[in-house]
């Protein structure tokens, strides 16, 4: 792929653990080391990132994950990131996860098993939250399923459709956005096998697959997907992590190579990276290897623009850890790391 450059990282974390909030880094073009030039402690518990480019320029957002669940705009020209706005209310609890779409912010609030939509005005600030889409169901894992838990919202790679992930209900649901309404209309949901609590999702590269990431069951599950009906069907499941290994692991955040080649999943417990063929259809999945994370906690994982290097938040080490991967395996190497307290998230912009 072309080169690009990988302009700036920024960083969320939990300030409730002793993070900064979101800690704004230069990267080095030729080795991907990271350098940290600011941090905004604007929102407590910034713990995720969306960052969107405009002819404006580059605006990032970020949920706070907090009982009063929030999110709000930063500037991110300077050395530091600079609020745009005032944070605005969800109208849900503990948002864990964000995305843009059609001039629209939504939010995935795991606490109250929502998710928001709050349109942007012209200046980049969120505004009022309009509709809130709440989740139904529960799932078999009594302590983590009794309840939906949303944990993340996404547009697919046409923009017709907005998918919300349910940890708590093991499913997927598949909607509209009524950008008139400033609200989601539900058009589907897919159920995933019970138990596996769905935390991630991810497109491939052509748009026509999806790989769902499960947190209570360490799998990947392979879907197709159909954006012209809107309908996501499950084709199968493959393990994260080696047959026979022990201990906890809960996995964090997929990402698919921009050749559409292979999976990376980030473990939590087990603190491993896991790598994974996929076949030239894009619909079977095989787990080559994992590597360690580097830190403890990988909470999440990024590619960086060039499609060169991943990046892990680790969040109970306290650090951001980078890795040159190999073009023809796959396979990271880890390269050098930065402490960010209680890292939760990382973008680039």
């Known amino acids: 792929m072309a080169d690009q450059s990988p302009g700036r990282a920024l960083i969320g974390s ?6 900064r909030g979101i800690v704004a880094a230069a990267v080095d073009p030729g080795t991907g080391a990271l350098a940290e030039t600011g941090a905004s402690d604007a929102v407590p518990d910034p713990s995720y990132l969306a960052a969107v480019t405009t002819t404006a320029g580059t605006a990032l957002y970020a949920v706070s994950e907090t009982a009063d669940g929030a999110v709000a705009a930063f500037d991110v020209t300077g050395a530091a990131p600079r609020p745009i706005g005032e944070p605005m209310p969800v109208g849900g609890v503990g948002p864990t996860h964000l995305a843009v779409s059609q001039g629209h912010l939504l939010t995935a609030n795991y606490g109250s098993g929502s998710v928001s939509v709050l349109p942007i005005g012209t200046d980049g600030a969120p505004g009022p939250v309009g509709g809130v889409m709440r989740h139904e169901g529960s799932g078999p ?3 983590r399923q009794d309840t939906p838990h949303a944990h993340q919202v996404l547009p697919d790679p046409s923009g017709r459709w907005v998918l919300s992930v349910d940890l708590g209900t093991d499913s997927v649901r598949i909607c509209a956005l009524d950008t008139a309404a400033d609200a989601l209309v539900l058009h589907g949901e897919t159920a995933l096998r019970p ?6 999702l991810a497109f491939h590269p052509a748009g026509r697959h999806a790989y769902v990431l499960g947190e209570l069951e360490p799998t990947v599950t392979v879907c197709r997907w ?4 809107g309908i996501l069907e499950t084709v199968g ?5 080696p047959a026979g290994t022990t201990g906890p692991a809960y996995p964090s955040a997929p990402v698919v190579s921009p050749d559409g080649r292979r999976i990376w999943a980030a473990v939590r417990g087990h603190d491993s990276i896991a790598v994974l063929d996929l076949d030239e259809t894009g619909e079977r999945a095989q787990l080559v290897t994992t590597v360690p994370c ?7 994982l990024a590619l960086d623009p060039t499609g060169r290097r991943l990046y892990a938040a680790n969040e109970r080490s306290g650090d951001v850890t980078w890795f040159a991967v190999d073009q023809a395996t796959g396979i990271p190497r880890r390269t050098g790391s930065l402490s960010v307290a209680a890292a939760s998230c990382i973008v680039f912009a």
């Open 294 to 300: 580097g830190g403890h906690w990988p909470r999440d």
């Open 141 to 143: 894992v009594r302590d």
């Open 226 to 229: 159909d954006a012209a009906a």
């Open 237 to 241: 499941e493959t393990a994260v992590l």
């Open 14 to 19: 939990f300030t409730s653990a002793g993070g």
């Open 195 to 200: 138990g596996t609590g769905p935390r991630h």
